[in-house]
């Protein structure tokens, strides 16, 4: 399969645990982006990465929340601390430059108990 | 901020119709959009992109830019039942901002 790729689909946490998302972007791509959708929301930018690099970070929340993309291996977006607030589908996508169409994983559902 | 207003619907049209979509932008140094197609619990798919004034037909789908106007629609022709979905607009920047989208039902 030569999509974007998310794992896991669904993860359950509790109150205080941390939550680690992971993002292979599709071959060939080298920009990955996260996004956040709540319930009956919209899609929400959090952050985009190139490899080593965060390159815009203006949606993330500024605390308890950090991603990465390194040099080997997928993305990770990492949420420490998480609260029920945190519940939501959330989205990765990749491209192959900053200005082509960005093509999104299936994302992880992310339920707070 | 660049903002992307859409009707959030539902809009509701029966089988064969044609289904017009709306998307209204406050950036004037917008170029050209995507629209994407997200299925309720599925992920945005990506159906249209354009990136000059007038019309682009792919199939079933006409999209539409007016940049004098700013808005951008798209039209979905002969309407099926597996057209209803939430219909995403973004212009074409990094990173994607996209409107709360409109929902589409298509009533058989």
């Known amino acids: 399969n030569a999509g974007v790729m998310q794992n896991p689909r669904h993860l359950v946490r509790r109150r205080g645990q941390e939550a680690r998302l992971r993002c292979s972007p599709m071959?060939?791509?080298?920009?990955v982006y996260w996004y956040r959708q709540l319930p009956e929301e919209g899609l929400k930018f959090m952050v985009y990465?190139?490899?080593?690099?965060?390159?815009?970070e203006s949606g993330m929340p500024k605390e308890r929340f950090s991603a990465e993309f390194p040099k080997e291996g997928p993305s990770i977006l990492r949420i420490q601390q998480v609260v029920r607030g945190d519940s939501a589908a959330y989205f990765c996508a990749s491209s192959g430059t900053d200005n082509q169409p960005q093509h999104f994983g299936d994302g992880t559902r992310l339920s707070i108990l | 901020q660049k903002e992307v207003e859409q009707n959030s619907g539902p809009l509701s049209v029966p089988e064969g119709a044609i289904a017009s979509l709306n998307c209204t932008y406050s950036?004037?140094?917008?170029?050209?959009f995507f629209w994407y197609r997200q299925y309720s619990g599925k992920s945005p798919e990506l159906i249209m992109f354009?990136?000059?004034?007038g019309d682009k037909e792919d199939g079933r789908f006409t999209a539409q830019l007016n940049k004098a106007s700013q808005y951008v629609s798209l039209l979905i022709r002969d309407s099926q039942p597996s057209d209803s979905a939430t219909y995403l607009c973004?212009?074409?920047?990094?990173?994607?901002?996209f409107g709360k989208g409109t929902r589409l039902s298509v009533i058989a």
């Open positions: 071959k060939g791509h080298s920009h």
């Open positions: 950036d004037r140094g917008s170029q050209s």
């Open positions: 354009i990136y000059s004034n």
């Open positions: 990465l190139q490899k080593e690099n965060i390159i815009d």
């Open positions: 973004a212009p074409r920047n990094t990173p994607l901002v």
